[in-house]
Antibody, heavy 120, light 106 residues
Framework: EVQLVESGEGLVQPGSSMKLSCVAS????????MNWIRQAPKKGLEWIAL????????YYADSVKGRFTISRDNSKNTLYLEMNSLRSEDTAMYYC?????????????WGQGASVTVSS | DIVLTQSPALAVSLGQRATISCRAS??????MHWYQQKSGQQPKLLIY???NLASGVPARFSGSGSGTDFTFTIDPVEADDIATYYC?????????FGSGTKLEIK
């Protein structure tokens, strides 16, 4: 069974940094692209980042480009999202999602989410 | 960016057919996917590649379309289908989602 478990959630002040992790199990992590998607309170889904299976390519939404970094450690079956210069509008539930190929696009399994609140 | 437009809500009686549309601002060919999100839960993939049923998803769910116009159908609707349904395109970077259609039971 595919499992994705996010961690690192919490409350931070504007301008600060935070790092989310997503530990994967139940599939060969190193074969699949991975995504981060967020959902602000009472809002819809917003894709924010994608990393290929081998980290050869990374893509970001304009809203986070230059502030957030997606990375992965295939030896640890773990996906990361490093978030810098956090703003109140980054407050959201953050989901990691497995792609159905090495390159992303279709998100066929999702974690339960990690809540990030940016507030003073 | 490709904008995906969905109607905000739909009310359907149990046992009837629910049809949700998604219109893309430019062609995404068949790179359209559909997700179900129940209240308080993470999204779940239902349809990928416009018309392919994801693993374990009941055949009551189906999808069709190509280019800019896509349709997602539930037939027949059951009480457990109360959720918000999102379309998502993977044709172009950035990946984008529609704003979601909330399915309600009449």
């Amino acid at each position: 069974e595919v499992q994705l478990v996010e961690s690192g959630e919490g409350l931070v002040q504007p301008g600060s940094s935070m790092k989310l992790s997503c530990v994967a199990s139940g599939f060969t992590f190193s074969n699949y692209g991975m995504n981060w998607i967020r959902q602000a309170p009472k809002k819809g889904l917003e894709w924010i980042a994608l990393i290929y299976y081998d980290s050869s390519s990374k893509y970001y939404a304009d809203s986070v480009k230059g502030r957030f970094t997606i990375s992965r450690d295939n030896s640890k079956n773990t996906l990361y999202l490093e978030m810098n210069s956090l703003r109140s509008e980054d407050t959201a539930m953050y989901y990691c999602a497995k792609a159905n190929s090495g390159y992303g696009g279709v998100m066929d399994a999702w974690g339960q989410g990690a809540s990030v609140t940016v507030s003073s | 960016d490709i904008v995906l437009t969905q109607s905000p809500a739909l009310a359907v009686s149990l046992g009837q057919r629910a049809t949700i549309s998604c219109r893309a601002s430019e062609s995404v060919r068949s790179s359209m996917h559909w997700y179900q999100q129940k209240s308080g839960q993470q999204p779940k993939l239902l349809i990928y590649g416009a018309s392919n049923l994801a693993s374990g998803v009941p055949a009551r769910f189906s999808g069709s379309g190509s280019g800019t116009d896509f349709t997602f159908t539930i037939d027949p609707v059951e009480a457990d289908d109360i959720a918000t349904y999102y379309c998502q395109q993977s044709r172009n970077d950035p990946l984008t989602f529609g704003s979601g259609t909330k399915l309600e039971i009449k």
